[in-house]
Nanobody
Framework: QVQLVESGGGLVQPGGSLRLSCAASGIMFSIYAMGWYRQAPGKQRELVARISNDGSTNYADSEKGRFTISRENAKNTVYLQMSSLKPEDTADYYC?????????WGQGTQVTVSS
């Protein structure tokens, strides 16, 4: 059974930082591309950052320079380090694992940026 479990969300003030984690089980983690997506209320889910199985990364334009995605294959975990957070970063953040035609999602973790 495939499980992706996100953690690390919460309430943070504007300008603050958070690190999200996604622990995967039931997949050969190292071959999967891993991604972080987010969905704000009333909006579509959008890509935040993605890291390929070879470690190459890509980011949404609005996150470049503020967010960093990384992976630790030995722990089957992908991270999203977020800094300089803005109120518009408030959303549910979801982890995704993708390989060939397979795609799995976590349940999400909520991030609220507010003073």
């Amino acid at each position: 059974q495939v499980q992706l479990v996100e953690s690390g969300g919460g309430l943070v003030q504007p300008g603050g930082s958070l690190r999200l984690s996604c622990a995967a089980s039931g997949i050969m983690f190292s071959i999967y591309a891993m991604g972080w997506y987010r969905q704000a209320p009333g909006k579509q889910r959008e890509l935040v950052a993605r890291i390929s199985n070879d470690g190459s990364t890509n980011y949404a334009d609005s996150e470049k320079g503020r967010f960093t995605i990384s992976r630790e294959n030995a722990k089957n975990t992908v991270y999203l380090q977020m800094s300089s957070l803005k109120p518009e970063d408030t959303a549910d953040y979801y982890c995704n694992a993708a390989w060939a035609l397979r795609s799995y999602w976590g349940q999400g973790t909520q991030v609220t940026v507010s003073s």
